[in-house]
């Protein structure tokens, strides 16, 4: 699970422009990880909370020009209509994955621990990590709630428009802020989070199932500990 900025990939000086080098490097990774691999790039559409609509194929991502440019090399894309990932590998398991959830037991969270998925940050910081929400869900901290978003999904190759109810975890107030500095410092400290210096950027590795394991322990002795 690659969360990115494309001034990273940007740095490497080949006399080709951004996007040829990120579509240079996305090629580079899908050869690292091999047919049994999966790459999970996050491609979020927020939109859907409030157009209730979700085009699998032609909605652009929300999260950046990495993201959004790393959606179209892909081409491929799970369904969930605001947590939707790029995609490249062993995907069948990531792309059956539950539209109704976001975060919780049945979502892509889930699955991507259970594989013990490693989770990279191009130097886009640890509070970028979404996963740090499914560990809030699980540990149903009491600063977030559940809402429901219903609304039309359009699937590749259909024009078959599927109704969805999603179940958001989201924050009981605008002002509750995640801050998750200490949770970093605390992962470094076990040695469970490491970081690699590339030129003008630091890139973060840190395993999916060690995330959730401190996450949880922590937040059952502070429930509080990532506000």
Same mark, same amino acid.
């Given at each position: 699970?690659?969360?990115?900025?494309?001034? =990273? +990939? #940007?740095?490497?000086?080949?006399?080709? #422009?951004?996007?040829?080098? &990120?579509?240079? /490097?996305?090629?580079?990774?899908?050869?690292?990880?091999? =047919?049994?691999? =999966? &790459?999970?790039?996050?491609?979020?559409?927020?939109?859907?909370?409030?157009? *209730?609509?979700?085009?699998?194929?032609?909605?652009?991502?929300?999260?950046? &020009?990495?993201?959004?440019?790393?959606?179209?090399?892909?081409?491929?894309?799970?369904?969930?209509?605001?947590?939707?990932?790029? +995609?490249?590998?062993?995907?069948?398991?990531?792309?059956?994955?539950?539209? #109704?959830?976001?975060?919780?037991?049945?979502?892509? /969270?889930?699955? /991507?621990?259970?594989?013990?998925?490693?989770?990279?940050? &191009?130097?886009?910081?640890? #509070?970028?990590?979404? /996963?740090?929400?499914?560990?809030?869900?699980?540990?149903?901290?009491?600063?977030?709630?559940?809402?429901?978003?219903?609304?039309? =999904?359009?699937?590749?190759?259909?024009?078959?428009?599927?109704?969805?109810?999603?179940?958001?975890?989201?924050?009981?107030?605008?002002?509750?802020?995640?801050?998750?500095?200490?949770?970093?410092?605390?992962?470094? *400290?076990?040695?469970?989070?490491?970081?690699?210096?590339?030129? *003008?950027? *630091?890139?973060?590795?840190?395993?999916?199932?060690?995330?959730?394991?401190?996450?949880?322990?922590?937040?059952?002795?502070?429930?509080?500990?990532?506000?």
């Amino acid at each position: 699970m690659m969360h990115g900025n494309l001034a =990273v +990939i #940007n740095q490497i000086s080949d006399g080709k #422009n951004a996007i040829s080098k &990120l579509r240079l /490097f996305i090629k580079a990774i899908k050869t690292a990880i091999g =047919v049994e691999g =999966v &790459l999970l790039i996050p491609a979020f559409t927020y939109s859907f909370c409030k157009k *209730r609509y979700f085009d699998v194929k032609n909605s652009e991502s929300e999260v950046g &020009l990495f993201s959004e440019k790393s959606r179209e090399i892909l081409k491929l894309r799970t369904y969930h209509p605001i947590f939707s990932f790029s +995609i490249a590998g062993k995907k069948k398991e990531y792309l059956n994955c539950s539209l #109704n959830e976001c975060f919780g037991n049945k979502s892509i /969270f889930k699955i /991507f621990k259970k594989n013990n998925g490693k989770i990279i940050c &191009l130097g886009s910081g640890f #509070n970028t990590i979404t /996963f740090l929400h499914h560990i809030e869900e699980i540990a149903q901290v009491k600063y977030r709630k559940y809402k429901f978003f219903q609304g039309n =999904v359009k699937i590749y190759k259909s024009n078959l428009k599927k109704k969805v109810n999603v179940k958001y975890f989201v924050r009981k107030k605008k002002s509750i802020i995640n801050k998750f500095d200490k949770f970093e410092k605390f992962l470094v *400290r076990k040695k469970k989070l490491s970081y690699i210096d590339y030129l *003008r950027f *630091r890139l973060i590795k840190v395993n999916s199932a060690n995330l959730f394991t401190q996450g949880i322990n922590l937040l059952k002795v502070k429930p509080k500990y990532f506000i």
